[in-house]
């Protein structure tokens, strides 16, 4: 027998508490709409709760907002908690964890880099960690906010203020909390600084995932798609590729070719959300959307054509 998950409604106690706790993560009404579509297209099977994960991540632009995460998570069916779990940014602010770095010399590098403090109106965090490094290897990773170094509060600390104690010691004792989000500088100090997901892996230790940490190739497009004739595709093959999905055919006459898709191009956004990382299927779910959307393409440099939108 099929599980069925209804979206919360405002006839239960639960639809009221959900609603209310939605409020304090989006005064925005348009999120919160478009969250409850979200979650209608997971229950009616439009998407799966990898997907689900992947947009409520895209919802997510600071700490603060990380509790829709477990806010949603009654609405998931029970067959799909793994999935939905595996999806998520890997986080538990209630957790504190003790991790203690040695070196011999001080020309010795810990291995780790850090961003934020009170100059940067924010705490310190934990950016990237070299592979192979004494800070990977005790665990350190991407996305941990520093709460402590040798007993000594991070609270008051600007940034130079903490490179400079790390530079002179050879025994760090650091208490952290995993947040899974890094802040990014912004360009005035009186901004407050934009947020992406931090996400580790063996190959690339010190990544960072969010749209504000891409930085565009001189080569990249941004196309529109207006309409979509009744009962047509778009009109491309399509396969994967690390930076999303590649264009391997392009049907003359379609949608694709009218929107100047070319056999070659990478399509890396669909709509501003980031394809790579993704899996093939979610990425071409993404492009399976209800025109109008917009893509942004990666071309080779022997391939150039004037677009208009």
Same mark, same amino acid.
């Given at each position: 027998m099929a599980t069925t998950v209804q979206v919360p409604d405002r006839t239960t106690r639960f639809a009221?508490?959900?609603?209310?706790?939605?409020?304090?993560?989006?005064?925005?009404?348009?999120?919160?709409?478009?969250?409850?579509?979200?979650?209608?297209?997971?229950?009616?099977g439009f998407t799966t709760a990898a997907m689900l994960a992947r947009r409520l991540?895209?919802?997510? +632009?600071?700490?603060?907002q990380m509790d829709l995460f477990d806010l949603c998570r009654p609405m998931v069916r029970l067959q799909d908690q793994l999935k939905y779990s595996a999806a998520l940014p890997?986080?538990?602010?209630?957790?504190?964890?003790?991790?203690v770095l040695k070196r011999r010399y001080l020309e010795e590098d810990f291995g780790f880099?850090?961003?934020?403090?009170?100059?940067?109106?924010?705490?310190?965090?934990?950016?990237?960690?070299d592979r192979g490094s004494p800070a990977l290897i005790n665990g350190l990773r991407p996305g941990l906010e520093v709460l402590r170094v040798n007993g000594l509060t991070t609270a008051n600390v600007t940034h130079r203020m903490f490179v400079d104690y790390v530079k002179i010691?050879? +025994?760090?004792?650091?208490?952290?909390?995993?947040?899974?989000?890094v802040p990014l500088q912004s360009?005035?100090? +009186?901004?407050?600084?934009?947020?992406?997901?931090?996400?580790?892996?063996?190959?690339?230790p010190g990544k960072i995932r969010g749209s504000s940490n891409i930085k565009h190739?001189?080569?990249?497009?941004?196309?529109?798609?207006?309409?979509?004739?009744?009962?047509?595709?778009?009109?491309? +093959?399509?396969?994967?590729h690390p930076d999303g999905i590649l264009v391997s055919a392009v049907k003359p006459g379609s949608s694709a070719a009218t929107a100047h898709i070319k056999a070659g191009d990478v399509i890396t956004e669909v709509n501003e959300i980031r394809l790579d990382g993704l899996d093939f299927e979610e990425s071409v779910a993404h492009l399976k959307t209800d025109p109008p959307f917009t893509l942004r393409v990666l071309r080779s440099p022997d391939s150039s054509i004037t677009v208009q939108s």
């Open positions: 009221v508490d959900f609603d209310k706790e939605l409020v304090k993560i989006f005064p925005s009404t348009q999120s919160r709409l478009y969250l409850k579509k979200v979650l209608n297209q997971y229950q009616i991540t895209e919802l997510v +632009h600071s700490p603060e890997y986080f538990n602010k209630n957790r504190i964890d003790r991790v880099r850090v961003c934020g403090g009170k100059d940067q109106k924010c705490a310190i965090f934990v950016s990237s960690v010691n050879f +025994h760090l004792e650091l208490l952290v909390k995993r947040v899974g989000m360009k005035s100090n +009186h901004e407050n600084p934009r947020w992406v997901f931090a996400s580790w892996n063996a190959e690339n190739s001189t080569n990249d497009m941004l196309l529109y798609v207006k309409d979509l004739p009744a009962e047509e595709t778009f009109g491309v +093959h399509v396969r994967p």
